[in-house]
């Protein structure tokens, strides 16, 4: 290919708009143009780079006995209404009447409408189990479509659905997936973990995990251990099951005047204490109740892990002002669990072996000292809470937790029954005995994947292209066109390399070679060769790596062979 003849419009300048370097790279670099917020045009280069992840999930996923399908995006309403999530859904979902009125949505999500394909093709065992995929458009109007190709509105996603007899033929199709999800991003270059997560929305009875791609960037905290094989998303991650044990005399509780004192930073200097000492009060509203969640003061309270606590999901959020005037008497800044009345106290697994804590008074202006759980007030029920933190045991080993950011990438899902029974897919087993199916599915972000690629592998200079996921191997920079000798020789080169199959490109643009160098650099071709004049006297092109910036001058006759090496080997 010829950059002369292809839409690669690179820009000079940082687009406004653009938040993260992913997007920053992609506009700059000529991939990608926006249509509307979170919907994007690819042009050429990134077509590729789609193409070659889709290439590699599509043979994973095949090498797992999965099937290939396409599957509507327009779909009716009455299939998810069937499954209840036309109304879980909400405003993210694209919603569209025909012009008979009927309801329709753009797929966010494919469980509902292959759930229906099966329950209505398969009968029997013997035609279990089933992995069908796509590689395909999802639509979510997300309410914060940002980050560029991070997070769409429209994208591209692999989804498979897997149906099996039981559950245990459903956690080996779980098993598979993940092995060849940890296929996939390997073989794309890209340094990730797969986590522990948790199951949200989606639901289901079983287990889950996220492929996380490293990156500071990343949305997603995740804690693994230093020595065992534990990772998880924060969200999900256990606290140890054996906290601090405390041992002090209990002394009598106070009555002490913090004025303007409310929070826990102010509190720990005003008093003098470590925020380890102060129990710290939130209420919340969860839908229709109220509840009153106590955790360490130098803790976080963990959202995810209380709304499951609480039989989620539901709608979570820290009472008014005035609800938790009318329930403690106070402002928000002195509440505390002593003497109240008419809301459940829970509590994270800490705050019962607290001993001489502060807290609330629930009283403007005061706090409470030489407070003791069991003893000033009743616990209802006690459970992990809260958010770990680095540092911490972990929970699996109890040698030290390590922190890191990532971008989620994909997510494997056990869905257990929870659509077949909704929608009725079952089959007949060896005893002729009608069973439902057990269910998992199984997401790839394709774009974001890309977008995942270029956060972890960058400089100032721009993308730095792991060799699988490349658009092309190798740029071909004659320095100048009007010198005979070197426009015949890079063109020999190219013809060469392309005869050997690899992915090349030459730069014939009437450019001065700083330009060619620049969009070499900001594009990230793996491999750059130039052929200039003071080179080719000697009968040599200098070869960079983008990668290890290291350049070698090698003889023009195994310029091809050389290079064609290099990507054998990083392939
Ligand atoms: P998130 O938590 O980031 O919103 P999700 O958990 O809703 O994602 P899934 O339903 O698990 O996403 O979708 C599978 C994969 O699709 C994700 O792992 C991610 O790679 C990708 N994905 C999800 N939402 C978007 C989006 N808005 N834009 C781009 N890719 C997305
Ligand atoms: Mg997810």
Same mark, same amino acid.
């Given at each position: 290919?010829?950059?002369?003849?292809l839409?690669?419009?690179?820009?000079?300048?940082?687009?406004?708009?653009?938040?993260?370097v992913?997007?920053?790279?992609?506009?700059?670099?000529?991939?990608?143009?926006?249509?509307?917020?979170?919907?994007?045009t690819?042009?050429?280069?990134?077509?590729?780079?789609?193409?070659?992840i889709?290439?590699?999930?599509?043979?994973?996923?095949?090498?797992?006995g999965g099937?290939?399908?396409?599957?509507?995006i327009?779909?009716?309403?009455?299939?998810?209404?069937?499954?209840?999530?036309w109304?879980?859904?909400?405003?993210?979902?694209?919603?569209?009447?025909?012009?008979?009125?009927?309801?329709?949505?753009?797929g966010?999500?494919?469980?509902?409408?292959?759930?229906d394909l099966?329950?209505?093709e398969?009968r029997?065992?013997?035609?279990?189990?089933?992995?069908?995929?796509?590689?395909?458009n999802?639509?979510r109007?997300?309410?914060?479509?940002?980050f560029g190709?991070?997070?769409?509105?429209?994208?591209?996603?692999k989804?498979?659905?897997?149906f099996d007899?039981?559950?245990?033929?459903a956690q080996?199709?779980?098993?598979k997936?993940?092995?060849?999800y940890t296929?996939?991003?390997?073989?794309?270059g890209?340094t990730?973990?797969?986590?522990?997560?948790?199951?949200?929305?989606?639901?289901?009875?079983?287990?889950t995990?996220?492929?996380m791609v490293?990156?500071?960037?990343?949305?997603?905290?995740v804690?693994?251990?230093s020595?065992?094989?534990y990772?998880?998303?924060?969200?999900?991650?256990?606290?140890s099951p054996?906290?601090?044990?405390?041992?002090?005399?209990?002394?009598e509780?106070?009555?002490?005047?913090?004025?303007?004192?409310?929070?826990v930073?102010?509190?720990?200097?005003?008093?003098?204490?470590?925020?380890?000492?102060?129990?710290?009060?939130?209420?919340?509203q969860?839908d229709?109740r109220?509840?009153?969640?106590?955790?360490r003061g130098?803790?976080?309270?963990?959202?995810?892990?209380l709304?499951?606590f609480?039989?989620?999901?539901?709608?979570?959020?820290?009472?008014s002002?005035?609800?938790?005037n009318?329930l403690c008497?106070?402002?928000?800044?002195?509440?505390g669990?002593?003497?109240?009345k008419d809301?459940e106290?829970?509590?994270?697994?800490?705050?019962?072996?607290?001993?001489?804590?502060?807290?609330?008074?629930?009283?403007?202006?005061?706090?409470l000292t030489?407070v003791?759980?069991?003893?000033d007030?009743?616990?209802?029920?006690?459970?992990? *809470?809260?958010?770990?933190?680095?540092? @911490?045991?972990?929970? %699996?080993?109890? +040698?030290? #937790?390590? !922190?890191?950011?990532?971008i989620?990438v994909?997510?494997?899902?056990?869905?257990g029954t929870?659509?077949s029974?909704?929608?009725?897919?079952?089959?007949?087993?060896e005893?002729?005995?009608e069973?439902?199916?057990?269910m998992?599915?199984?997401?790839?972000?394709?774009?974001?994947?890309?977008?995942?690629?270029?956060e972890?592998?960058?400089d100032?200079?721009?993308?730095?292209?792991?060799?699988?996921?490349?658009p092309?191997?190798?740029?071909?920079v004659?320095v100048? *066109?009007?010198?005979q000798?070197v426009? @015949?020789?890079?063109? %020999?080169?190219? +013809?060469d #390399?392309? !005869?050997?199959?690899?992915?090349?490109i030459?730069?014939?643009?009437?450019e001065?070679?700083g330009?060619?160098f620049?969009d070499?650099?900001?594009?990230?071709?793996?491999?750059r060769?130039t052929?200039?004049?003071k080179?080719?006297?000697?009968?040599k092109v200098?070869i960079?790596?983008?990668?290890?910036?290291?350049?070698?001058l090698?003889?023009?006759?195994?310029a091809?062979?050389?290079?064609?090496?290099?990507?054998?080997?990083?392939i």
């Amino acid at each position: 290919m010829r950059i002369s003849q292809l839409l690669i419009p690179t820009l000079r300048e940082t687009p406004a708009e653009a938040e993260v370097v992913s997007h920053q790279l992609m506009v700059r670099a000529g991939f990608i143009r926006k249509a509307a917020a979170g919907i994007y045009t690819y042009l050429p280069l990134a077509t590729r780079v789609i193409q070659k992840i889709s290439r590699i999930v599509r043979e994973e996923m095949d090498e797992k006995g999965g099937q290939e399908v396409l599957l509507p995006i327009v779909q009716p309403a009455e299939l998810w209404k069937e499954t209840g999530r036309w109304d879980v859904y909400g405003d993210e979902m694209f919603r569209l009447k025909d012009r008979h009125q009927r309801e329709f949505c753009l797929g966010p999500t494919h469980e509902e409408i292959t759930t229906d394909l099966v329950r209505g093709e398969i009968r029997s065992y013997k035609q279990l189990p089933l992995l069908l995929y796509q590689i395909q458009n999802k639509y979510r109007d997300e309410r914060r479509p940002r980050f560029g190709l991070m997070r769409g509105r429209e994208f591209i996603m692999k989804d498979l659905y897997s149906f099996d007899r039981d559950e245990a033929g459903a956690q080996e199709s779980y098993r598979k997936m993940y092995d060849a999800y940890t296929r996939v991003f390997t073989r794309c270059g890209l340094t990730f973990r797969p986590v522990l997560a948790d199951a949200g929305a989606i639901g289901g009875s079983g287990g889950t995990h996220e492929f996380m791609v490293l990156a500071e960037s990343g949305e997603a905290a995740v804690v693994y251990c230093s020595e065992c094989d534990y990772a998880a998303n924060v969200e999900r991650a256990e606290c140890s099951p054996k906290p601090e044990v405390v041992t002090k005399d209990p002394m009598e509780i106070a009555l002490v005047s913090t004025p303007g004192v409310k929070t826990v930073d102010g509190l720990t200097k005003f008093l003098q204490r470590g925020a380890e000492q102060l129990i710290k009060t939130l209420v919340y509203q969860a839908d229709k109740r109220m509840v009153m969640v106590l955790v360490r003061g130098d803790r976080e309270v963990n959202e995810i892990k209380l709304s499951n606590f609480l039989g989620g999901p539901l709608t979570l959020e820290l009472a008014s002002p005035e609800a938790v005037n009318a329930l403690c008497g106070c402002e928000t800044g002195y509440v505390g669990p002593v003497g109240v009345k008419d809301v459940e106290i829970i509590a994270d697994a800490e705050v019962p072996l607290m001993v001489n804590a502060v807290t609330g008074a629930n009283k403007a202006g005061y706090h409470l000292t030489g407070v003791n759980p069991g003893r000033d007030f009743t616990i209802g029920r006690v459970a992990d *809470l809260r958010t770990v933190e680095a540092g @911490e045991p972990c929970p %699996k080993c109890s +040698q030290p #937790l390590l !922190a890191a950011r990532g971008i989620e990438v994909g997510q494997v899902f056990n869905l257990g029954t929870k659509y077949s029974k909704a929608l009725g897919a079952r089959y007949l087993d060896e005893n002729g005995k009608e069973k439902l199916m057990v269910m998992g599915c199984y997401g790839i972000g394709v774009t974001r994947t890309m977008a995942a690629a270029i956060e972890q592998n960058h400089d100032a200079d721009g993308i730095k292209w792991p060799m699988p996921i490349a658009p092309f191997h190798i740029v071909v920079v004659p320095v100048s *066109l009007k010198d005979q000798a070197v426009a @015949e020789a890079a063109e %020999k080169l190219y +013809q060469d #390399l392309k !005869a050997l199959g690899l992915e090349v490109i030459i730069d014939d643009r009437d450019e001065r070679p700083g330009v060619k160098f620049k969009d070499a650099d900001l594009i990230g071709y793996p491999l750059r060769v130039t052929v200039g004049a003071k080179t080719l006297q000697e009968g040599k092109v200098e070869i960079k790596s983008r990668h290890s910036g290291v350049v070698d001058l090698i003889a023009l006759g195994e310029a091809a062979s050389y290079l064609q090496r290099i990507i054998e080997t990083s392939i």
